[in-house]
């Protein structure tokens, strides 16, 4: 009998401090809000440093593409690009961001306009920067 009660005061010990354990390494890989918000303008300054690496010398090697995700849907904006970069490696960040901004919108309740941005027509080459055509 005493070795029963024994048996089952360790085992709860054990599964308090389990249960403590698996606690706190839980914890330990929530990012608070403005962690997340950082890694999202990171990456996005990632984007935008792909999308700023080439001089824009003949418009006819630029185009552009949707980025960032609004809370109601949409993009934010648009954002030229060498077609002359790594464009499938460019699109899937700027796809890996638009998920996240839009896991981070969903978490965290984030609101925003539903206006949408007027859509460009064509980029064209201005002393060595992009623009758009509307």
């Known amino acids: 009998m005493e070795f029963k009660m024994i048996r089952t005061h ?11 354990l698996i606690s706190f390494s839980c914890q330990e ?9 950082q890694q999202l303008e990171s990456l996005f300054d990632e984007i ?10 003949n418009a006819s090697n630029w185009t552009y593409t949707a980025y960032v995700e609004k809370a109601c849907g949409g993009p934010v904006g648009y954002l030229a690009y060498s077609t002359l970069i790594d464009t499938a490696c460019f699109l899937d960040k700027v796809d890996e961001h638009r998920t996240a901004q839009q ?9 925003s306009d539903c206006s949408v941005p007027e859509e460009p027509n064509d980029v064209i080459c ?4 992009p623009a758009f055509v509307y």
């Open 48 to 57: 935008q440093e792909m999308a700023n690496s080439k001089d824009c010398e």
């Open 103 to 111: 896991e981070f919108n969903e978490k965290w309740g984030i609101g």
């Open 10 to 20: 360790i085992l709860r010990i054990f599964n308090t401090l389990l249960l403590l």
């Open 126 to 129: 201005d002393e060595g920067d």
């Open 29 to 37: 890989d929530r990012l608070s809000q403005e962690q997340e918000e």
